[in-house]
Structure formats: C-alpha cells, structure tokens
C-alpha cells in the first residue's frame, strides 16, 4: 500500500506523507487546541516533525498502524491531518485541522471521504472516535458524520481527568457490500 494511497474530494486531498512535509506539520501542530487537546500531537521543532514522519511512513508498509495521513487543500497546502490507531482491539479515528482552516468544513469533508477507505484498509466494521466533553468541534464533527454518542462520562484524557465523550461508526451491511 505504500506510495499509492490517496483519496481525493472537491477541496481535499488525502495522501501518504513525505519528509517533505515536516514544516508544514510543526508549524500545524503549534495551535491552541492541538495543545489543548491532544498534547501528544505537537512537534516543538520542524525536526520532532521529521522523526515522526518518519515513523508514520514506516507504518504504512504494515497492517497495525497508526495510520496517518495529511490533509491537503487541492492546492497541495498542508492544512492538518486523519488517522486511525489502533487503541486495545479497536480503532480510533482522530483528525486535526489547523486554525486557520478551521470552520470551512475540511475536518467533516475529510472524515467522511476517509472512514470508508480506511475501514477496508484496517478490515473494522466500526471504528471509535473519543474526545473530551469540552472539544466542541470534534464532537460535531463526529456527529456530521453520522458516528453515534455511546457514552459520556468522567475518565483519564492524556494524563488529566475530564468528562470524554466515545463515539462509534458502524458500516451498515449495504455499506460493506459496496465499499
């Protein structure tokens, strides 16, 4: 599969990473809520970037993940990435788009273009996606993209304790016959 993964939308392109990229990834990681809401994700230096890049291309020649892609604009700007991990037996799907794209509907338009595509790639029927209460935005968009709110209730997020919200997606039968 390496080399050869790309999903593309009206706006979006959804492609495998390069080393290329580690700038654009530092400097998308550097946001308010990135740092907020998932700490693990921020790259202090264009070369923690570079490592990490690394890491996730190296994943991509495997079956167990992460799975990590960047979301580019048709233009090829490096506007934020979607994922899948695997946490325990399950997959989550996690996806950031950077501030100054936020609120244009990138990160609803790139769920919904990746979750098919990845659902085969990974072999799930469901996959989950967990957010703290707080996370507005990840929670609609987890909502717009028809993922189902199966429990909300206090617990550990990235070290601290906070109300999480889990979500999950489930392909419906006919989905899976034509995916």
Known sequence: MAGNFQIMTERLIIAEFDERM?????????DEDNRKYVPDEVFETVEEAEET?????????GT????????????????????AVPIGERWEIGCHIAAAHTGSGYASE????????????????????IC????????????????????????????QEHVICTYVFRLLREEKDHA
């Open 22 to 30: 580690a700038e654009s990834v530092h400097l998308n990681s550097l």
């Open 53 to 61: 890049i690394r890491f996730l291309m190296e994943c991509y020649k």
């Open 132 to 159: 703290r209460a707080d996370n507005l935005a990840s929670r609609r968009v987890l909502a717009k993209c028809s993922f189902e709110l199966v429990s909300r209730a206090s617990g550990t997020y990235h070290g």
């Open 64 to 83: 167990e993940g992460p799975f990590v892609y960047p979301v580019l604009l048709t233009s090829g700007e490096n506007i934020g990435y979607v994922q």
């Open 110 to 129: 790139a769920v919904r273009a990746f979750l098919p595509v990845i659902m085969d790639r990974i072999g799930a029927d469901e996959i989950w996606g």
